[in-house]
Structure formats: structure tokens, C-alpha cells
């Protein structure tokens, strides 16, 4: 018979569920990388344009955006490990089948599967790292999230290119083995979702959250969407650029790698950052840097030691963005961290991803590179965003 007076378990601490949401965090993102090297590969076997394969990528994204602050609500207002574990295991299956995709709308239906599985992970996974309740240091718990992410996020076109080079597209199979085997483990490390909701006021409805918008929350969501705008033209447009020059698909593979290995690195200085200046110059700094670096980047390519440089500055700067953006935008609303975390990542990414669409169809009439270039001044506006008068609150 259980004891009544004896205390409840203690909780986890929050840098070690941050360690573990993190290592979810890595699988999940390395099959969201998997697209954009293969796209070559996939415009020869389907004979597309690049505007229908830019397409493919931006339906890959906005599945894995666009459904985030809804998942975020459910996760929220039912518990969050169900939804992250979740999430991980819809990924891996999915993206990992592509290779057996035997037309362009069969191929996209396993993309979109494949991305709701990551629109799931996603809000539970940054409220899990963040944790406003647990009070400061919000930052650097999501830096260890993020940093996680970035790092499978890196490692994904590489481990994509090197099993299609093993055994062709129908080899992907292969990848979904780490996140059946984790997701047990994942689930056992995580607090249960039941439990931390239980005796807490209910989240607030996504209508209620959205309505922010019109307020600080929405112009943190204008930076974030630009921003993510940027950074996925390089990911999506880079490997194409590198392959009209006459590259080879392993050296757009690296270059993305290069470019995502430096955002793991650039989302640990923006959350150690974001907990010890003011977020909104903090934000300002990084989006103007962040323009030149891209330019140079899209111009040099992955030739010589410039281009490289560049595309690392590039990766870096961009992805600093993204710790101060979700701990305000938790801290906003503190009832609804999966929801805010939801929209200022998934919905943000998801205008960048639509963007994205016009980039690809702009690309056909003037070359990727040249519509690439056109793209990046975006970086500006975000930059002007951040220091718009009506972010003004407690942001440190």
C-alpha cells in the first residue's frame, strides 16, 4: 500500500530534461534536412522544374510549420511527451520511405506525413527546454534545444547523400532505425505530460493566442518569418545553385552542412545572449549582420575558402536568432508555451517557406543564384523590426 505521507518524486531537473529534448531534437531535424541535397537527384528522376521541386521542399516545410501552434495548443492543454515522442517517430517513418515514392504526388504525400511529424515535436520540445516556470536561464536551456537540432539538422544531407550514394534513393529506409529504437527512451525521460498538467489552469484557446499578433507578439513573429525566410532560400536554393555550376551533389551537401553545422553553434551564442543583454538590440545586431553574410554567401559558393567563411558566418548569425525569439515570445505568454513557441516557429517558418515558392519560380526566369540574391534583403526588415517601439517590454 502506498504511503500517503510520503513525498512525491522529485521533478527532473530542467537542464537534464533539456539534454534529453535535445537529443530528440537532433533525430528529428536530421530527416528535415534530408530534402533540399536530394533535390537534384529527385528533378532528374521526376523530370521537374525548379520551381516544382522548390515546391516540394516549401510543402515539406509548411507541413512541418504551419500545424505548430495547433499541435502546440493540444500539447499544452493534454501534456507534451505523447506529442514529442510522437512527432520524432512520424519523421523518421516517413522521410524515410520517400526513396519509394513512384510519382510527384505520392512523393509529397510522404512529405507532408513526414512533417506533421515534426509540427508535433516541435512546441512541446521548446516548452520542455525553456521552461518559464523554472524561472532564468531560459535562454541557455533552449540553446541546449536548439544546439541538438542544429546538430542533426547538419549531419542529415550528409547521412541523406551518403545512403542514396550506398544504395540509391530506396535505401533512405535505413534512417528511420534511430528514432525507433530511441523513441522508448525519449518517452522515459521525459516527465509525464498528464502529470504536469494536472491541477494547472487550462492553456487558452489558439484563437486566444493568435489575437496577440496584433500586439509585441506579432512583431517578434514578423522577425521570425523573415528570418526563417532567409536562412530556408540557402537551404533549399544552395544545392541547386552548386549543381547548375557544375558541382558535384557532395559538394552541395557539404555546403549545406557547413552552413547548418555553424547554425548549432550560433543557437548556443544566442541563447547564452539572449539571458544577458537586451534581446530586442540583441536581435537588431544579428539580423543586419546576417544580410551581408547571406549575400556573400549566395555570391561566393562553396569554391574557395571565402565562400566557406561566408557560409558559415551566414549559418551562425541566422540561427542566433532564434533563442531570444522563443523566450520572448514564451514569456509573452506564459499560460501558452507551446502555442507562442508554435507560432513564432512554425507559423513564422511557414512564410518563409511560402516565400521560398516564389524564390524557385523567380529562379526559373533569372537563374537560382540571381533570385537567391534578390531574396536576402528580407534580413533588413527583420532588423528594422526588432527595433520597432512596440517590442518594448521586459526582455532580459
Not at 504525400?109 to 523554472?134: C, D, I, N
Not at 545586431?285 to 547571406?294: G, K, R, S
Request: aromatic share 8%.
Amino acid at each position: 500500500m502506498k504511503d500517503p505521507t510520503a513525498s512525491p518524486p522529485a521533478a527532473p531537473h530542467p537542464i537534464r530534461i533539456a539534454i534529453i529534448i535535445a537529443l530528440a531534437h537532433g533525430i528529428n531535424d536530421a530527416y528535415a534536412s534530408f530534402v533540399p541535397p536530394l533535390l537534384p537527384r529527385i528533378m532528374e528522376g521526376l523530370d521537374l522544374t525548379i520551381a516544382a521541386a522548390a515546391a516540394l521542399g516549401s510543402a515539406f516545410a509548411i507541413a512541418t510549420a504551419l500545424p505548430q501552434p495547433f499541435f502546440g495548443y493540444f500539447a499544452d492543454r493534454f501534456g507534451r511527451r505523447a506529442f514529442a515522442v510522437g512527432g520524432v517517430v512520424a519523421s523518421g517513418v516517413f522521410v524515410s520511405v520517400i526513396g519509394f515514392a513512384p510519382s510527384y504526388w505520392t512523393l509529397l504525400l510522404m512529405l507532408v506525413l513526414g512533417g506533421l511529424g515534426g509540427a508535433a515535436f516541435h512546441p512541446p520540445g521548446a516548452s520542455y527546454a525553456v521552461r518559464v516556470g523554472a524561472g532564468r536561464g531560459g535562454g541557455t536551456r533552449y540553446s541546449i534545444f536548439s544546439f541538438g537540432g542544429a546538430l542533426g539538422y547538419a549531419a542529415g544531407p550528409l547521412v541523406a547523400v551518403g545512403l542514396v550514394a550506398w544504395g540509391g534513393m530506396e535505401r533512405l529506409w535505413v534512417a528511420m532505425i534511430p528514432a525507433l529504437l530511441l523513441a522508448p527512451l525519449f518517452f522515459r525521460g521525459l516527465p509525464s505530460g498528464r502529470g504536469e498538467i494536472r491541477g494547472v489552469p487550462p492553456a487558452p484557446p489558439p484563437t486566444t493566442v493568435l489575437r496577440q499578433l496584433a500586439g509585441p507578439l506579432g512583431i517578434i513573429f514578423g522577425v521570425s518569418s523573415a528570418m526563417a525566410f532567409v536562412q530556408r532560400v540557402f537551404l533549399t536554393m544552395e544545392p541547386i545553385i552548386v549543381a547548375e555550376a557544375g558541382g558535384s551533389e557532395a559538394l552541395g551537401a557539404a555546403a549545406l552542412s557547413l552552413y547548418l553545422g555553424s547554425q548549432a553553434f550560433g543557437t548556443v551564442a544566442g541563447g547564452v545572449l539572449a539571458d544577458r543583454m537586451d534581446r530586442r538590440h540583441l536581435l537588431f545586431a544579428l539580423c543586419a549582420l546576417a544580410l551581408p553574410a547571406h549575400l556573400l554567401a549566395l555570391w561566393l559558393g562553396p569554391w574557395g575558402a571565402p565562400g566557406l567563411i561566408a557560409i558559415g558566418v551566414a549559418g551562425f548569425l541566422g540561427m542566433a536568432t532564434l533563442p531570444p525569439i522563443v523566450v520572448m515570445a514564451q514569456e509573452m505568454l506564459p499560460r501558452a508555451p507551446g502555442a507562442s513557441s508554435g507560432i513564432v516557429m512554425g507559423l513564422a517558418w511557414t512564410v518563409g517557406a511560402l516565400g521560398v515558392m516564389g524564390t524557385g519560380a523567380l529562379a526559373d526566369l533569372t537563374g537560382p543564384q540571381a533570385a537567391s540574391l534578390w531574396s536576402v534583403p528580407a534580413a533588413g526588415l527583420a532588423a528594422l523590426l526588432a527595433l520597432h517601439p512596440g517590442l518594448k517590454y521586459d526582455t532580459r
